[in-house]
C-alpha cells in the first residue's frame, strides 16, 4: 500500500464516523488490552532481544505499565468522553455552557526505541480512546518490537481504523510529508525538529517528548546509603537509556566521596562481582549508540566501572567523579550506564548551574531540607521534578508527563493522554425566546449611552 493510499484509507474510515462512536472504542481498547494480556511473554521476550532487557524491568516498565494504563482508559472512558459543563455567569444563567471532546481525526504517533513498547502503545492507546484513526510508526532500531507491534495490531484491532507503519529515516521522511491532525513524537530534540518543521507544513499541532541533560543534586541532609540506591537504580535501568535517567549528580566533594563508597557496595549487591555476566543488566542498543558512550569514557576520572566489550555491547555501570561542565561527557544527554559527578558547594550553585543550561525533562533533588527543596523548585524550570527519588514520577498518572523548551512540547498520562488527543470544542447553547430575547436587546442598534449604562 503507498502512503497515499494509507492516508486515503485512514480519512475515509475518519469520516465514517466509525472511531466517534464510545462502544466501538472500548471494544477496540479491550482488544487492545487483551493484545498485551495474551502476549506477556512474547513482550519480554522482544525485549530482551532488543536489549537484551530483564524480565523484571520488562514487566515493572513496560507490560504492566501498559495494562495499568489501558485499565484507567477503559474504566474512564466514559467520564472522560462526557462534554463538561464548566461554571457559567451570571449571564449565562439560563444557558447550557458545554465543552466537547472532539477527536481530531487521524494521527500519527512516532516512538522511540529504548521502552519501545510503552513509547508508542501509550499514546496509541490514547488516540484510540479520544476517538481517532491513528497512525503507529514504532522505532526501525528496536527492530524486534516493531516487528512485534506491526504483526499483533492489525490481529487485534479494526484494520481500517489502525494502521502500523515500519521504516527509518526514509519512510517517515515520505510520511511526514502527508497531512496528519495530529502527530505525538518521542526522540530526540534533532528529529523533533525534523517533525516540527514537517507538521508545520500543515499546520498540524504537535506533541514532542525530547530528552535532555536531567540533573541530580544530592546534600548531606540525605541517608546517603538509601540516596545512592534510588540513584542508581534510575540511571542503570535498561542500561542508562532512560529519557529520565538522572543524567549527572550535582553534590559537594565530601558527597561525592560517600555516594562513590556506597556506589561499589550496592551494584556489587545487585549485579555481583562481574558485571557483564549478571543476567540483571541490559545492552545498549546498536553500535552507533555503543561506540559514541565509549568516547565519552575518556571524559573526568572513573571511579567505578569503565569496562566495555564492543562484541556484547556492554558497558559497565560507570561514574566520573570531579567532571567539568568542559568535558565531553556533560555536552551532551548520555543516554547510557555513565554518571558524572560534577562538585558544586550548595544548593545556590546548583541552581545556577542547571538554569545556565537548557530546560530538562526531569530535576532529582535528593534533599532534606525543605527551604532548599523549594528553592530549587521554584527558581529552576524542567518538564517534572521528583524529590528524594528518581524516575517514580513517570508512574503517577494523575500527573502530565512531558519537557519544557528543549526537552519538549506538550504531556501525557491518565487524563492527559486522552486530553492531547481530544479537541475541547466549547458550545454555547442559548434559549430563543421571549424572555431571552428582551435580554438580548440591549446588544442590539440603535446603540444609546442608556444602553451602554455608563
Ligand atoms: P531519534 O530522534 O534519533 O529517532 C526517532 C525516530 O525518528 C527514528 O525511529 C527514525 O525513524 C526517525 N528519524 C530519525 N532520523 C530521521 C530523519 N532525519 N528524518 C525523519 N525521521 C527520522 O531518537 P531516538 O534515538 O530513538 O531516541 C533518543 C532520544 O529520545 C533521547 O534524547 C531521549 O531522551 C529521547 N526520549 C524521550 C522520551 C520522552 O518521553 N520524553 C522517551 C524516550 C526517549
Known sequence: MTYEDLMSRAATAFQSGKTKDIDFRRKQLNALLRMYEENKDEMARVLAADLR???????????????????????????????????????????????????????????????????????????????????????????????FIAENIPK???????????????????????????IFYTGSGRVGKIVYEAA???????????????????????????????????????????CIAPDYILCTKEIQDKFVKEAKVVLKEWYGDDIKKSPDFCRIVNQVNFQRLTKLLSSGTIAVGGKTDADERFIEPTIIVDAKSTDAVMQEEIFGPILPIVNINNAFEAIKFITARDKPLALYI?????????????????????????IMHLAVDTMPFGGVGPSGMGGYHGKYSFDTFSHKKSCLVKKIDTISEKLSNARYPPYSDKKINY
Open 53 to 147: 532487557r530483564p524480565k523484571q524491568e520488562s514487566y515493572i516498565l513496560e507490560i504492566e505499565f501498559l495494562i495499568n494504563d489501558i485499565i484507567t482508559t477503559i474504566n474512564s472512558l466514559d467520564e472522560w468522553t462526557k462534554p463538561m459543563k464548566p461554571e457559567k455567569g451570571i449571564v449565562n444563567m439560563m444557558d447550557d455552557v458545554l465543552i466537547y471532546p472532539d477527536p481530531l481525526g487521524v494521527v500519527l504517533v512516532m516512538g522511540a526505541w529504548n521502552y519501545p513498547l510503552q513509547l508508542p502503545l501509550v499514546p496509541f492507546g490514547a488516540a484510540i480512546a479520544a476517538g481517532n484513526v491513528a497512525i503507529l510508526k514504532p522505532s526501525e532500531i528496536s527492530v524486534n518490537c516493531a516487528n
Open 156 to 182: 487485534y484491532l479494526d484494520n481500517e481504523c489502525y494502521h502500523v507503519v515500519c521504516g527509518g529515516v526514509q519512510e517517515t521522511t515520505e510520511l511526514l510529508k502527508h497531512k496528519f491532525d495530529y
Open 200 to 242: 508545520a507544513k500543515h499546520l498540524t499541532p504537535v506533541t514532542l517528548e525530547l530528552g535532555g541533560k536531567s540533573p541530580c543534586y544530592i546534600d548531606n541532609t540525605v541517608d546517603i546509603s538509601k540516596a545512592t540506591r534510588r540513584v542508581l537504580w534510575g540511571k542503570f535501568i535498561n542500561a542508562g537509556q532512560t
Open 366 to 390: 535528593f534533599s532534606n531540607n525543605t527551604n532548599d527543596r523549594q528553592t530549587i523548585i521554584e527558581n529552576t524550570s524542567s518538564g517534572g521534578v521528583c524529590v528524594n527519588d528518581t
